[in-house]
């Protein structure tokens, strides 16, 4: 009979049920986040309201930096094509902002066209007039990369000398462009959970403006006294911080900067501030203990579903696999295409110590194997991975083949290349090869 009265605990208990992450995030900001946003005047002191395109748009790569440092130029070689606008030159040369994106058709969308699309996510940039948007645009045209992700390039910064400090240092120069390059790739794979975070950390920020607003509401006069009353809530902000810090168990770190609020407060007119409506905190609390778990599950339950989402095409395509993928033919994969045993160059070497060593039957023991192999002062963790590899036949013992491959994996290591998890077939000693087959 009085089952309505319960109605706010059930809507408590069950969280809501969403087909997919994007529906998910876009649903729980309307419904629950927004209303208290818009209540304590979020937007005017933090950042815009949120739309569908904020949720629903690809991960963007912002490139900043000196000019002629290459932006625009990085931009083409991870397209592999031409892109509208750009112009590529020794001395400032990009003086626009340009929104590099997904397009049926090549062409420029101007920056005061951009910013009335609802389906992109610039609406919010209508704020800083024509003084910017004149020099913003977006180059649409159809590339593989850009189905995955957009790039945004920039003007060049005028600041300071130019560096002029060379490193002639290809392998450190290579392995810093593979992790870029893999940084890039999982953009997409990692889009979904990233914009779950923001948004978590969004509604906790909104909740603690929501209570520096209250809090300055309460202590204002109701009729003389105002402006006095205003400047002391201003400068004594810190303990106002303090107090809310300590009755609502909050973290400083969620607190916005105290100098930048400061200045913000100057401009506000505390008699419109809305004092504590705990209905509008306690929807939010709601939603971060009991919805936000439900879309973690969805997330995870996305990931494993789909097929693997990374950046395809453009120079992405040649990073992995040939011969100009990074680290081919170097270290474990020396002598990958040769057709005689890599190893076989240094055994001779090996083989003088290997008969100082004792064999037995044509094998030495663990203990008389790790004397040696301890010389080359690598740790106990490493060795213990190249004995592993080593060790073909898994008797616990090594033949003349087994140590020099110890030892050229010892080698590979001293050189500061990484060891490989499994044993590539070129590395496996001729007269074991079709017994691991």
């Not at 690809?58 to 606008?85: A, C, H, N, W």
């Not at 850009?146 to 490193?167: F, H, M």
Request: with cysteine; charged share 30%; hydrophobic share 35%.
């Amino acid at each position: 009979m009085f089952s309505w009265l319960r109605s706010d605990d059930r809507r408590r208990k069950d969280p809501e049920v969403f087909q997919t992450v994007s529906e998910g995030l876009k649903k729980l900001y309307r419904t629950k986040l927004l209303p208290l946003e818009e209540h304590y005047r979020f937007h005017e002191f933090h950042s815009p309201a949120l739309e569908d395109a904020d949720f629903d748009n690809k991960p963007m790569v912002l490139l900043v930096g000196q000019y002629s440092t290459g932006k625009t130029t990085f931009i083409r070689y991870l397209l592999e094509q031409d892109f509208p606008g750009m112009r590529i030159g020794p001395e400032p040369t990009t003086d626009s902002f340009i929104a590099v994106m997904q397009g049926d058709v090549e062409g420029i969308i101007p920056g005061n066209a951009l910013v009335v699309d609802p389906k992109k996510p610039f609406r919010k940039l209508n704020a800083f007039g024509n003084a910017f948007l004149n020099r913003f645009v977006c180059a649409q045209l159809p590339n593989p990369v850009l189905e995955s992700i957009s790039v945004i390039d920039t003007p060049g910064i005028l600041s300071g000398e130019k560096q002029r400090i060379s490193r002639d240092n290809r392998k450190l120069f290579e392995a810093e462009e593979q992790d870029l390059f893999r940084d890039i790739q999982s953009l997409p794979r990692n889009a979904a959970l990233r914009k779950l975070n923001d948004l978590i950390k969004r509604a906790r920020l909104a909740k603690v403006h929501a209570y520096i607003i209250s809090s300055l509401k309460k202590e204002m006069p109701s009729v003389f006294g105002k402006d006095n009353k205003k400047k002391e809530l201003v400068n004594n902000l810190a303990e106002i911080y303090g107090q809310i810090e300590r009755e609502h168990q909050i973290s400083p770190g969620d607190f916005p900067n105290l100098k930048r609020m400061q200045d913000q407060l100057q401009a506000q007119d505390f008699s419109k501030f809305q004092p504590l409506k705990s209905k509008l905190l306690e929807v939010v609390d709601d939603m971060l203990a009991h919805d936000i778990a439900q879309l973690m599950v969805l997330v995870r339950q996305e990931e494993t579903q789909r097929p693997a989402q990374i950046v395809k095409g453009g120079a992405f395509e040649g990073t992995l696999h040939g011969p100009f993928g990074h680290g081919y033919g170097e270290g474990a994969g020396e002598g990958i295409d040769d057709a005689e045993w890599v190893v076989a160059r240094d055994k001779p070497m090996y083989d003088e110590i290997f008969y100082t060593l004792s064999p037995v039957d044509g094998k030495i023991t663990g203990a008389n194997a790790k004397k040696e192999m301890v010389r080359s002062k690598l740790p106990n963790s490493v060795l213990g991975k190249i004995w592993k590899l080593a060790d073909i036949d898994k008797d616990g013992m090594l033949d003349d083949e087994e140590f020099a491959l110890a030892n050229h994996l010892i080698k590979v290591k001293l050189e500061g290349h990484e060891l490989p998890n499994e044993l590539p077939a070129h590395l496996i000693p001729p007269s074991k090869r079709k017994a691991t087959e």
